[in-house]
């Protein structure tokens, strides 16, 4: 019912807004009609016929009565039938005879211009005759046969109910036509809603991977490709919200380690050191600095573990400045083609310098926890590749390695606090890494590696070069992309 909604809505006001004024066009074209039809000749036919027959009938009267009293007056001229002749009596005589009738009255002439009385006598026929004068009743007779004809020809035809029928078929059938083709273009139109709503349903209950189809370059695609860019947003912003909360959590637990394990290192140290200096002119000495050397090494290591938690409960200041991520990453690789000669380091950088906007200190702490877990993933022989670019408003700074690469549950849990996939690991430095990106303004995320391995992505903002940088010009550079 709320998906045909809109639908219904658009269909209503097309019937208000089309055939109510279809509707009254129709009516007022049928009122024409009923007009027009009413003044039409047919019934002007039919007078006329009637006013014609009533003029031939009162001829014929005047006519009957005249040569009625012309024959009784003896001015009419006679002839007479007796039934001696009677095999030579005309067909009407013989007619008249053996009818019962005493008087008839006939026409006669060329076209009914005569008009004769027979009357019976006793033995004998007598006829009467007297012209009509240019009046033919047989013409009028004609004439009003004629008319009437026409008249009801035009009442069988019934012009007034074909002129409606035809008028209400055809304005039905634009009518229906006309529906069909809104209602088509109406799913049209409600379907691309209908399917943002649903987007926005499923967005707003809390799946934000909801993505729709962008098939169409108009108004309605780009409203799909902004809620695509929108869902895609809120995820990132989740996700790093997520982090955050739970490395908040992470950090209140490192502040309490720290402080309930710092109190006791020390002093645990000072105690083992000092037996072993009031112990070495006794009979075990040896197994006392055997044993006082490894209370220290690990005394030494719960202090390191101790030190990692402190810096990722840590709240360092913040200095976001123009960093030129070229030059970073070229100063960290030099760094540590030392610690690693049997690793080849490659770098692609982009055309010029690489302004950011970030707290160098921070990005100099990422990049190397990034190319220490290459060189350490790759092993001898391996590549580790570290390639800048720049993505509209973002600095790209990506490091990828040809190690085995990460295992899907590696890859779900990699940015949690503690959780380590090296033996030396204590699962703290990609954690640390991705709050100094986010505290940058940015976000480390883990993408697929060209080299096969792993592939690790720092966005920090881009920023315009500083004057000091751009009066100075370019610098070449100073790493080659193919040393190793």
Same mark, same amino acid.
């Given at each position: 019912?709320?998906?045909?909604?809109?639908?219904?809505?658009?269909?209503?006001?097309?019937?208000?807004?089309?055939?109510?004024?279809?509707?009254?066009?129709?009516?007022? +074209?049928?009122?024409?009609?009923?007009?027009?039809?009413?003044?039409?000749?047919?019934?002007?036919?039919?007078?006329?016929?009637?006013?014609?027959?009533?003029?031939?009938?009162?001829?014929?009267?005047?006519?009957?009565?005249?040569?009625?009293?012309?024959?009784?007056?003896?001015?009419?001229?006679?002839?007479?039938?007796?039934?001696?002749?009677?095999?030579?009596?005309? %067909?009407?005589?013989?007619?008249?005879?053996?009818?019962?009738?005493?008087?008839?009255?006939?026409?006669?002439?060329?076209?009914?211009?005569?008009?004769?009385?027979?009357?019976?006598?006793?033995?004998?026929?007598?006829?009467?005759?007297?012209?009509?004068?240019?009046?033919?009743?047989?013409?009028?007779?004609?004439?009003?046969?004629?008319?009437?004809?026409?008249?009801?020809?035009?009442?069988?035809?019934?012009?007034?109910?074909?002129?409606?029928?035809?008028?209400?078929?055809?304005?039905?059938?634009?009518?229906?036509?006309?529906?069909?083709?809104?209602?088509?273009?109406?799913?049209?139109?409600?379907?691309?809603?209908?399917?943002?709503?649903?987007?926005?349903?499923?967005?707003?209950?809390?799946?934000?991977?909801?993505?729709?189809?962008?098939?169409?370059?108009?108004?309605?695609?780009?409203?799909?490709?902004?809620?695509?860019?929108?869902?895609?947003?809120?995820?990132?912003?989740?996700?790093?919200?997520?982090?955050?909360?739970?490395?908040?959590?992470?950090?209140?637990?490192?502040?309490?380690?720290?402080?309930?394990?710092?109190?006791?290192? +020390?002093?645990?140290?000072?105690?083992?050191?000092?037996?072993?200096?009031?112990?070495?002119?006794?009979?075990?000495?040896?197994?006392?600095?055997?044993?006082?050397?490894?209370?220290? %090494?690990?005394?030494?290591?719960?202090?390191?573990?101790?030190?990692?938690?402190?810096?990722?409960?840590?709240?360092?200041?913040?200095?976001?400045?123009?960093?030129?991520?070229?030059?970073?990453?070229?100063?960290?690789?030099?760094?540590?083609?030392?610690?690693?000669?049997?690793?080849?380091?490659?770098?692609?950088?982009?055309?010029?310098?690489?302004?950011?906007?970030?707290?160098?200190?921070?990005?100099?702490?990422?990049?190397?926890?990034?190319?220490?877990?290459?060189?350490?993933?790759?092993?001898?022989?391996?590549?580790?590749?570290?390639?800048?670019?720049?993505?509209?408003?973002?600095?790209?700074?990506?490091?990828?390695?040809?190690?085995?690469?990460?295992?899907?549950?590696?890859?779900? +849990?990699?940015?949690?606090?503690?959780?380590?996939?090296?033996?030396?690991?204590?699962?703290?430095?990609?954690?640390?890494?991705?709050?100094?990106?986010?505290?940058?303004?940015?976000?480390?995320?883990?993408?697929?590696?060209?080299?096969?391995?792993?592939?690790?992505?720092?966005?920090?903002?881009?920023?315009?070069?500083?004057?000091?940088?751009?009066?100075?010009?370019?610098?070449?550079?100073?790493?080659?992309?193919?040393?190793?």
């Amino acid at each position: 019912m709320h998906r045909s909604g809109l639908r219904n809505r658009l269909v209503l006001a097309f019937l208000v807004a089309v055939l109510a004024p279809l509707g009254l066009t129709l009516w007022v +074209t049928m009122s024409l009609l009923e007009r027009s039809l009413s003044l039409s000749s047919t019934g002007e036919v039919e007078r006329l016929a009637q006013s014609l027959e009533t003029t031939g009938r009162e001829l014929y009267r005047q006519a009957r009565e005249n040569l009625h009293r012309d024959a009784a007056a003896g001015r009419a001229p006679e002839r007479r039938f007796s039934l001696d002749t009677r095999r030579e009596w005309p %067909e009407e005589i013989i007619f008249f005879w053996e009818s019962p009738e005493k008087e008839q009255y006939r026409l006669a002439g060329t076209r009914g211009d005569r008009l004769q009385l027979l009357l019976r006598r006793d033995n004998a026929v007598l006829r009467y005759e007297a012209p009509l004068g240019p009046v033919r009743l047989q013409d009028i007779e004609q004439q009003i046969g004629a008319a009437r004809v026409q008249a009801e020809r035009a009442r069988n035809r019934d012009l007034r109910r074909g002129y409606q029928f035809t008028l209400i078929v055809l304005a039905a059938a634009v009518g229906v036509v006309t529906l069909a083709v809104f209602v088509f273009f109406a799913h049209r139109v409600s379907r691309p809603i209908q399917t943002l709503t649903n987007g926005l349903r499923r967005a707003a209950s809390g799946d934000l991977r909801t993505r729709l189809a962008v098939d169409r370059r108009d108004e309605i695609g780009r409203a799909f490709h902004a809620f695509n860019e929108m869902a895609a947003e809120l995820e990132h912003s989740r996700d790093r919200l997520v982090f955050l909360t739970r490395l908040a959590s992470w950090q209140a637990l490192g502040r309490k380690m720290a402080h309930e394990v710092k109190n006791s290192l +020390t002093p645990i140290r000072l105690a083992v050191e000092e037996i072993a200096a009031r112990q070495r002119t006794s009979v075990d000495r040896a197994f006392f600095e055997q044993a006082s050397a490894i209370i220290v %090494e690990e005394v030494t290591r719960l202090e390191k573990r101790v030190r990692a938690f402190s810096d990722l409960a840590a709240e360092p200041p913040v200095t976001l400045e123009a960093v030129e991520l070229n030059a970073v990453v070229e100063e960290r690789i030099g760094l540590l083609r030392g610690a690693h000669p049997e690793v080849l380091y490659q770098c692609r950088l982009t055309a010029g310098a690489a302004w950011g906007k970030a707290d160098q200190d921070l990005v100099r702490g990422i990049l190397t926890n990034l190319l220490e877990n290459g060189a350490e993933a790759a092993g001898p022989g391996g590549v580790v590749l570290a390639v800048t670019r720049i993505d509209g408003t973002r600095l790209l700074l990506e490091v990828h390695d040809s190690g085995p690469g990460l295992s899907l549950h590696a890859r779900e +849990t990699l940015f949690e606090p503690t959780i380590s996939f090296k033996k030396t690991g204590m699962g703290l430095g990609l954690s640390i890494a991705r709050k100094s990106a986010l505290l940058c303004g940015g976000d480390l995320e883990l993408i697929p590696s060209e080299l096969g391995g792993a592939g690790f992505r720092l966005t920090v903002p881009v920023c315009p070069a500083p004057a000091a940088a751009t009066s100075e010009g370019k610098k070449e550079t100073a790493w080659a992309p193919s040393a190793s």
